[in-house]
């Protein structure tokens, strides 16, 4: 008579199998969850620029670069004011005046005054700059001088109505309109 020799395997256990398979599973869901939370933060970053004044006033004396020229009728300095309350960084690009670009550029013509405040102090753009970097909960300040020439095929008028456009480099548009007085 031969002798069989069984080998009894042992499997797991199906209570030890179960608690493998949701520890996989948590592990799993934790890994996506972060990787998610990860990919939307990225998203959700976003600039928001609440103008809060705009106004107008007559006349202005334009410091130029060529020395400062004052300007009594016709011409306007026109004021904007607001606040980042975004997220993230806003940076002006660009200032339209009826749809016309305005340059930015500090000339016996044109002038823009620009800074944001940080705090309490007020931080002025670079010599020369064209964009002006608003950081998140800072507020900021725009003056633009409106006079004959100013804006490329655009005259202007007291009374009438003009809507200045706030462009960021997101390729967001914060419209205000303004009556020059």
């Not at 256990?13 to 948590?26: D, E, H, K, N, R």
């Not at 409106?146 to 456009?165: A, C, R, Y």
Request: aromatic share 10%.
């Amino acid at each position: 008579m031969s002798t069989t020799i069984i080998h009894k395997r042992r499997a797991v256990s199906p209570v030890i199998a179960t608690v493998i398979l949701i520890a996989v599973a948590v592990a799993l869901g934790i890994a996506v969850a972060f990787w998610a939370s990860g990919l939307t933060s990225s998203f959700s970053k976003y600039e928001k620029l609440g103008v809060s004044t705009q106004y107008a006033t007559l006349g202005f004396t334009n410091p130029g670069s060529s020395g400062p020229s004052t300007c009594t009728s016709n011409c306007w300095n026109v004021t904007l004011g607001g606040q980042n309350t975004g997220s993230s960084d806003a940076t002006i690009t660009q200032i339209q005046i009826d749809g016309v670009p305005y340059p930015v550029s500090n000339s016996s013509s044109n002038f823009v005054y620009w800074y944001y405040v940080s705090g309490s102090s007020k931080v002025y753009p670079s010599s020369g700059s064209t964009q002006l970097s608003v950081p998140s909960g800072d507020s900021f300040y725009i003056s633009l001088y409106l006079g004959s020439g100013s804006v490329p095929s655009k005259s202007f008028s007291s009374g009438q109505t003009i809507q200045v456009t706030i462009i960021t480099a997101a390729g967001n548009n914060y419209p205000a309109s303004i009556v020059l007085p």
